[in-house]
């Protein structure tokens, strides 16, 4: 069963900045993708950036230019760098990443909290 493990949640306040690691049980060349979602209460979850297996990345608007995802190959993880954060990020934020044809499926990380206080 393959697991996402994700760390680096917390309080923070607005403007500071805050790294989000996500390292996956197999490798991380068995994904097609590999993103981070976030879901504040009360609302739904949404994709706040992505990056392909290409190196290829989207972000949601709300977060561009704030924002950075990336990939370490050689430490086996993904990152989400926040900066200028803003209360309005305060979300559990989700790992999430698409095997490739003989991984399959979709998974998910447990989530981690991150709240920014005004």
């Known amino acids: 069963q393959v697991q996402l493990v994700e760390s680096g949640g917390g309080l923070v306040q607005a403007g500071g900045s805050q790294r989000l690691s996500c390292a996956p049980s197999t490798s991380i060349f068995n994904f097609n993708s590999m993103s981070w979602y976030r879901q504040a209460p009360g609302k739904q979850r949404e994709l706040v950036a992505r990056?392909?297996?290409?190196?290829?990345?989207n972000y949601a608007d709300s977060v561009k230019g704030r924002f950075t995802i990336s990939r370490d190959n050689a430490k086996n993880t993904m990152y989400l760098q926040m900066n200028s954060l803003e209360p309005e990020d305060t979300a559990v934020y989700y790992c999430h990443a698409s095997g490739r044809s003989w991984l399959g499926g979709d998974y998910w990380g447990q989530g981690t909290q991150v709240t920014v206080s005004s």
């Open positions: 990056i392909t297996s290409g190196g290829s990345t």
